[in-house]
């Protein structure tokens, strides 16, 4: 059963018709926790408000965040190293607002035929880490839709807990490439430090190391 | 000119696996005959920004990527290039042709970001992206040589192991058409 919360986004006048609407969403809790207990030898790319949530599921050799780095290009290096990587499957967390940068990105995802990608656009509908500005089309763009149009052999959008729950198993193992838009709540992560107080290596160390020790682990493997 | 033969023999000597392109009027021969031959993997990307994160994803994973597009698309890769490619120290061969190149070097013209003004980007008979192409790199902080006829094909190699050697982007301006 879909759950009933409700909210508005931010920055979004009350007078606004779309500020009336009630829209079901996931905790970053509800959304992490299974994939992390479902993820074996997966490469998982993150970005933005997502880099700290998974690390608090997840401190693995081939867990790479995309921060620091470039807004808009998780997805796209995420398919280099599908390309590079085609045995082993390559799981990209995006944001919705680093999705609009590079939509491009999702018709060279097709064009280059990576069977072996699945990207998720966690939607919150705002520009979490710089204070929840919302998205040009917040609430009303269709990430699966624009994927679907684009050639993506499967999209599926969740709002509802049991549902995504439910049907993640088989979207890790469909054909790719699988996009997947879950809606979340709104969060108040703010950007990475790459400090020592960062909680796993691979989000203290540079952006260049922390590249080097993916590589490295990939050859080992 | 260069003969695109010579430059896909060389990209083969250096074990290049994929090459990432938006296609121009410079590089057509070339990558036709990439397309052609098949030994180097072809991807075609929307925007030039795209190419270097997913080469930098390419060489994170083990291949070796060169990135093969024109000065205008350099132009828009700034924080791409910045972001990906450069902060993660990617040894990465860039192939970009240098449109504009002629108009400047009749003019015998030697461009610096001190003379780069607006009078100079809307002069007729320049080529603006090219007045920008050579100050845009030496202010990435990007290394570049290049590759005017079949003479300077060895530059390839040379910007490849550059590039190898202080782990960052390494480009080549190829100033004429390939053949």
């Known amino acids: 059963m879909p759950r009933d919360k409700s909210f508005w986004v931010p920055g979004i006048p009350s007078s606004s018709k779309r500020s009336h609407q009630e829209v079901t969403f996931l905790t970053k809790r509800e959304l992490l926790e299974p994939l992390a207990r479902l993820r074996t030898d997966q490469v998982v790319i993150t970005t933005m408000g997502i880099v700290r949530p998974w690390a ?95 050639g ?36 108040d992560e703010e950007p990475l430090s790459r400090r020592p107080e960062e909680s796993a290596l691979y989000l203290r160390c540079s952006l260049a190391e922390s590249a080097r020790g993916l590589r490295r682990a990939l050859g080992e493997r | 000119m260069a003969q695109a033969r010579l430059i896909l023999d060389e990209l083969k000597k250096l074990g290049v696996t994929h090459v990432l392109t938006v296609p121009d009027n410079s590089s057509k021969a070339l990558l036709n005959l990439l397309w052609a031959d098949g030994g180097i993997q072809v991807v075609l990307v929307t925007r030039e920004g795209e190419a270097f994160a997913i080469a930098a994803g390419l060489w994170t994973g083990g291949k070796v990527p060169v990135v093969l597009i024109q000065n205008t698309g350099l132009l828009e890769t700034g924080d791409a290039l910045r972001g990906t490619a ?54 990435w902080g990007v290394p570049y040589d290049f590759l005017h006829a079949d003479a300077d094909v060895l530059r390839i190699a040379e910007a490849f192991r550059k590039a190898q050697n202080l782990e960052q982007p390494v480009a080549v301006l190829i100033t004429r058409d390939t053949t």
């Open chain 2, 86 to 139: 450069m902060r993660m120290r990617v040894p990465l061969l860039c192939l970009i042709t240098y449109r504009g190149y002629a108009k400047l070097a009749v003019r015998g013209l030697k461009v610096t970001p001190e003379t780069v003004d607006a009078e100079l980007l809307s002069k007729a008979g320049l080529d603006s992206v090219a007045v920008l192409t050579e100050p845009t790199l030496k202010a």
């Open chain 1, 152 to 187: 993506f052999r499967r999209a599926e959008t969740f709002d509802d807990r049991q549902e995504y729950e439910r049907t993640l198993p088989e979207i890790l193992h469909h054909p790719g490439p699988v996009f997947v838009t879950v809606k979340v709540e709104p969060g």
């Open chain 1, 56 to 150: 608090r599921f997840s401190n693995h050799p081939l867990d790479f965040a995309s921060a620091d780095s470039a807004m808009g290009h998780a997805a796209d290096f995420a398919l280099g190293l599908a390309l590079a990587q085609p045995q082993r499957r390559v799981i990209c967390l995006n944001g919705d607002g680093s999705m609009l940068m590079t939509l491009g990105t999702l018709v060279t995802i097709v064009n280059a035929g990576a069977r072996n990608l699945i990207l998720f656009v966690v939607q919150n509908d705002s520009y979490e880490i710089t204070g929840n500005q919302p998205i040009p089309g917040a609430r009303s763009v269709d990430f699966s839709g624009l994927a679907k149009s684009a």
